[in-house]
């Protein structure tokens, strides 16, 4: 027998001391159970910080209007509300909820707002550097192992990133065109993938909104430390999204959006081989980083 | 000396078990001591909520698509976060914090969206009815005292109501006009007011964006009991707003803003007497409301 039966709520005359709890009376008819429990919860939570900080009727005005002038600086590009949720560190906690991870799996961290166009497909070795972008020359190599360190032979593995300037190539289409700094890779039979690009810089989020606002009234800054984006899947596997950080970039331990896990952090490596060079196809010196990802077995439903 | 030289955060990789404390070290450096505690505890409560409900990435996404399109919903003349306030009781809550009372004196209750327009300057006794709307002709009849029963001559009496079908003038200008059941009075000498009106209905909150949806979705009606609204005021007092509710309306234990405390429900009385009918000026028989509102001293600032 379901819930679905409670009585409507009654009695709801307003009371200071136990307003979360008349509030909440109110959602004790709603038919779905998991949302009533999510409005229950956000009520007693939303009150009792209304009520810790005492909030004024002025501070309520200035949070109304934030809240409205957030909303209205979203259109089909920008989304100023997960902004909002990344730089309050709650994307980053959805998604840690989301993707438990013990021992030697690897973790994951935010989406990020510029996977938005999907990863030309690539052939491994490939230079995801298409538009020839200034930068240091780079090679990624790893691998994508199951949790018991086998070989995920044919894993998908999407990768985007920055170039040295910290742009994506959707923020300046007439510059990087369509698709460069992406790439969709096909891991080989021993599970392996190697690319060559260029090491991204670190780069701010868009700060000329409400949330800009925000992080400039609280001497917060907007930056994100140099990262590479990583979708890594294969069927029966749970997909993991995440990025590598590269150790030493500015902002790494002050990310805006709170994305930096210690076990995401890889060094790319100065290389000097003239040898390691002509095989992989660059200039000598060049970086070099390994990331070997591992992940779960897919979840029973 | 101030906190203001408090060091920029550092290390603020993310933890899942301490992410409300490692996002709140992030606002260390607000200048704004009060902006700082305000976020410090917002985050410690959104970062409780979600870990609570053990929020999914599919319910963050619903989340962040309600707020946008309640933000999107917003324009000159609708308000929908503020409506979101309102039906999560958070608006009356602020209220209460803001206008604490003892003993006698008059509470407050939400302000609502309909005082948008002044009230024309009347005198007592004239109808508020000026668009000759049908309706159960009422008196409102009352004082405007201090904490000691002491009159509070030439007290500013401003009052707003809805029609008999629940509807503001500035919702049907049309047919209503501009100023129709609204009227600013002044207390006479003894702080007596008293106007003609109608007897106003309950009405629904407009339900036809995200905050409509959210209601429906949670089995909960729009509905608001029938009441007067009042802006009671006169130098070194502080300034009461409230409305006075019908005795007997439907909705008045559940009203969907959460407005109605106990204290400021009256009976609207039917009076069947030829001469008072006579001397008000109103058919008989008639109803009839007193309210007294009893201000407090000004906080000292």
Not at 49 to 73: C, N, S, Y
Not at 91 to 101: G, P, Q
Not at 194 to 220: E, K, N, Q
């Amino acid at each position: 027998m379901s819930t679905d039966s409670t009585p409507p709520a009654t009695g709801l005359l307003f009371e200071e001391a136990r307003s979360a709890e008349i509030v909440a009376a109110s959602f004790r008819g709603t038919p779905d159970a998991r949302l009533r429990q999510i409005m229950t919860s956000l009520v007693s939570h939303l009150h009792a910080f209304v009520k810790d900080v005492r909030l004024t009727p002025e501070e309520w005005e200035a949070g109304i209007r934030f809240l409205t002038e957030t909303g209205q600086m979203c259109d089909e590009t920008r989304q100023e509300f997960i902004l909002l949720s990344d730089t309050l560190g709650v994307s980053m906690l959805v998604e840690s909820l989301a993707h438990r991870v013990h021992g030697e799996l690897t973790e994951a961290t935010v989406e990020g707002p510029f996977h938005v166009i999907a990863s030309p497909r690539r052939e491994l070795g490939d230079d995801i550097n298409v538009a020839g972008e200034p930068g240091e020359r780079c090679v990624v190599t790893g691998r994508v192992v199951d949790a018991e360190g086998g070989p995920v032979r044919g894993a998908s593995v999407d990768v985007w990133q920055a170039n040295a300037e910290g742009f994506y190539d959707v923020q300046k289409p007439d510059e990087m065109g369509h698709g460069d700094l992406r790439g969709m890779f096909t891991a080989d039979d021993d599970g392996r993938y190697w690319f060559r690009t260029i090491v991204p810089s670190h780069y701010p989020i868009p700060a000329d909104g409400p949330v800009g606002r925000m992080l400039r009234r609280t001497d917060r800054h907007e930056w994100r430390p140099a990262h590479i984006h990583f979708e890594v899947s294969s069927p029966g596997l749970r997909t993991v999204t995440t990025h590598i950080f590269v150790e030493g970039s500015p902002y790494l331990d002050s990310d805006t959006v709170f994305g930096v896990k210690r076990s995401l952090v890889r060094e790319f490596r100065l290389v000097d081989d003239e040898d390691a060079a002509a095989a992989y196809g660059v200039p000598n010196p060049f970086r070099s980083v390994e990331f070997v990802a591992v992940l779960d077995r897919e979840e029973p439903q």
